[in-house]
């Protein structure tokens, strides 16, 4: 069954601190606090990127009220979120949550895989894009695309290297007799079946976005 998206007149102030981050206004879809929000209300960031819009055109007197009230007090706004997180059952299927089916979705992609707590799926699918981007011959420590990748993700190199060699595997187009000693054969197969036959220039559109919840 689809989970049942229920927003809150409450979930106003939590998603107005938000945009109030330096620099105040719109922020990039995959925005790291964004999704933090999201994973917190278990409400996708495309959603709650559309109420933010509705924030910077002040769409509706509901939200025209809020930003009288608190657009220009940041202290007032922080402790009313600070109540609002206090209350019972927040972000814990309880009170905020009630009748609601919290089948995860995008979730899932944030969120560590079984097999290497290191790895999240969003980062098997930024390396997957380099991994498209890159040759087998310069899929090594010394090429700076895998540096720069490292940085970004906060990963060592080695553990890209791994990831990049098992995507080989994945890859049809090249031929093999061994399995890879790797416990990541699972999760990699995984994202290549959702992502790896598919047009790498909608990958790589997707990949730039989700750069923006790594960037500090």
């Given at each position: 069954?689809?989970?049942?998206?229920?927003?809150?007149?409450?979930?106003?102030?939590?998603?107005?601190?938000?945009?109030?981050?330096?620099?105040?206004?719109?922020?990039?879809?995959?925005?790291?606090?964004?999704?933090?929000?999201?994973?917190?209300?278990?409400?996708?960031?495309?959603?709650?990127?559309?109420?933010?819009?509705?924030?910077?055109?002040?769409?509706?007197?509901?939200?025209?009220?809020?930003?009288?009230?608190?657009?220009?007090?940041?202290?007032?706004?922080?402790?009313?979120?600070?109540?609002?997180?206090?209350m019972?059952?927040?972000?814990?299927?309880?009170?905020?949550?009630?009748?609601?089916?919290?089948?995860?979705t995008?979730?899932?992609?944030?969120?560590?895989?079984?097999?290497?707590?290191?790895?999240?799926?969003?980062?098997?699918?930024?390396?997957?894009?380099?991994?498209?981007?890159?040759?087998?011959?310069?899929?090594?420590?010394?090429?700076p695309?895998?540096?720069?990748?490292?940085?970004?993700?906060?990963?060592?190199?080695?553990?890209?290297?791994e990831?990049?060699?098992?995507?080989?595997?994945?890859?049809?187009?090249?031929?093999?007799?061994?399995?890879?000693?790797?416990?990541?054969?699972r999760?990699?197969?995984?994202?290549?079946?959702?992502?790896?036959?598919?047009?790498?220039?909608?990958?790589?559109?997707?990949?730039?976005?989700?750069?923006?919840?790594?960037?500090?």
């Open positions: 069954m689809a989970k049942k998206q229920l927003w809150q007149d409450d979930y106003w102030l939590l998603l107005l601190q938000v945009y109030l981050k330096k620099p105040v206004g719109m922020k990039s879809l995959y925005n790291r606090e964004l999704v933090d929000l999201s994973l917190e209300l278990h409400i996708a960031p495309q959603v709650l990127h559309e109420k933010m819009e509705q924030i910077a055109t002040l769409e509706t007197p509901r939200v025209e009220r809020i930003w009288k009230e608190y657009g220009q007090n940041p202290a007032k706004l922080s402790r009313a979120v600070k109540l609002l997180r206090q019972a059952g927040f972000n814990s299927g309880g009170d905020f949550f009630e009748g609601v089916n919290l089948q995860e995008f979730e899932r992609d944030f969120r560590p895989i079984a097999d290497d707590k290191r790895l999240t799926p969003v980062m098997l699918i930024l390396i997957l894009d380099e991994y498209f981007r890159l040759t087998p011959a310069t899929m090594v420590a010394e090429t695309e895998v540096q720069q990748l490292s940085r970004l993700l906060q990963l060592p190199i080695g553990l890209i290297l990831v990049l060699r098992v995507y080989q595997y994945c890859d049809p187009y090249f031929e093999h007799r061994e399995v890879p000693a790797t416990c990541l054969l999760a990699c197969r995984e994202v290549w079946r959702r992502y790896g036959n598919n047009d790498v220039q909608q990958l790589a559109a997707y990949a730039e976005q989700l750069k923006e919840y790594f960037k500090r």
